[in-house]
Nanobody
Framework: QVHLVESGGGSVQAGDFLRLSCVVS???????MGWFRQAPGKEREGVAT???????QYVDPVKGRFTISQDSDKSTVYLQMNSLKPEDTAVYYC????????????????????WGQGAQVTVSS
């Protein structure tokens, strides 16, 4: 089992920044980590992912604005969100899946078996 706890959400103005944190605990097998978001009335979508070897992938709307990273001991995963836009408003979820270091990067929701409780991010214009 893997336990995930997000923090750092909030309400900001367009153009501001936020940093989400996800504290990871539980079984210590290699994990691929991801950040997902779900806006009202929409399906949950992948935002960014990072593999144990540090490779990352981002969904197009956040490229150049968001950065996923993790501590050296991989106990905390971050999502730095800059130049926020109203369309970034959503509940953001941290997720984990078991994977090897050279596993393919994935932003598919169904591939992640462990989820946090979510953090609300609201961006007003």
């Amino acid at each position: 089992q893997v336990h995930l706890v997000e923090s750092g959400g909030g309400s900001v103005q367009a153009g501001d920044f936020l940093r989400l944190s996800c504290v990871v605990s539980g079984e210590t097998y290699p994990r691929c980590m991801g950040w997902f978001r779900q806006a009202p009335g929409k399906e949950r979508e992948g935002v960014a992912t990072i593999n144990p070897d540090g490779r990352t992938q981002y969904v197009d709307p956040v490229k150049g604005r968001f950065t996923i990273s993790q501590d050296s001991d991989k106990s905390t995963v971050y999502l730095q969100m800059n130049s926020l836009k109203p369309e970034d408003t959503a509940v953001y979820y941290c997720a984990a899946r078991q994977c090897a270091g050279r596993a393919l990067l994935s932003l598919w929701t169904h591939e992640y078996g462990f989820w946090g409780q979510g953090a609300q991010v609201t961006v007003s214009s």
